[in-house]
């Protein structure tokens, strides 16, 4: 999934004004090659997919932004001294949770996860209204990418086992 996205997303001209500064010069080298050497929007490194608990990802949330509520997604960017693209943290009860309540495909719910997750180490943001939904179209794209590549991974989620 990861090397799909890596390889074939690409970032659309009306999306470079509004991804964070650090992301614009990468997004602009993007799009001024040919799709086949398409240089990559994600930073260069080792990049960390981690999947939590509700409870863990709180945590976090809590010692690293200063909000200890619930969320389904956290990033932490790059740090190219330490040779990392970035770590994506997710919730795999929320979604679950979420999956459940909407009728959706658990694998489809998490992937879209670290698809936000991965266009957030890209550059994009959701804070702002009009980066939000440029992000949301991104990941509109990227998941029907994955799609089109039968790159969904298959997640599956299984009862924990209390100790």
């Known amino acids: 999934?990861?090397?799909?996205l890596d390889e074939g997303f690409r970032v659309l001209a009306a999306d470079v004004p509004h991804l964070?500064?650090?992301?614009?010069s990468r997004a602009r080298a993007q799009l001024a090659t040919k799709a086949g050497s398409c240089?990559?929007?994600?930073?260069?490194?080792?990049?960390?997919?981690v999947f939590l608990t509700d409870s863990a990802?709180?945590?976090?949330?809590?010692?690293?932004l200063g909000d200890p509520s619930?969320?389904?997604?956290?990033?932490?960017?790059?740090?190219?001294?330490a040779g990392?693209?970035?770590e994506v943290c997710v919730s795999v009860d929320t979604a679950l949770r979420y999956a459940r309540e909407s009728g959706r495909d658990f694998a489809e719910e998490l992937t879209l996860y670290l698809v936000h997750g991965l266009l957030h180490l890209a550059g994009?943001?959701?804070?702002?209204?009009a980066r939000?939904?440029?992000?949301?179209?991104?990941?509109?794209?990227?998941?029907?990418?994955?799609?089109?590549?039968?790159?969904i991974p298959s997640f599956q989620a299984t009862p924990r086992r209390r100790r």
């Open 1 to 4: 999934m990861v090397a799909i």
């Open 20 to 24: 964070l500064p650090k992301a614009r």
């Open 39 to 49: 240089p990559s929007v994600l930073p260069a490194g080792e990049l960390s997919l």
């Open 57 to 64: 990802l709180a945590e976090l949330h809590g010692s690293f």
């Open 70 to 81: 619930l969320t389904d997604v956290i990033t932490f960017e790059a740090d190219t001294l």
């Open 84 to 86: 990392t693209a970035g």
């Open 124 to 129: 994009y943001d959701d804070l702002a209204p």
């Open 132 to 151: 939000k939904r440029r992000m949301r179209l991104a990941e509109s794209r990227a998941l029907q990418l994955l799609q089109q590549r039968e790159a």
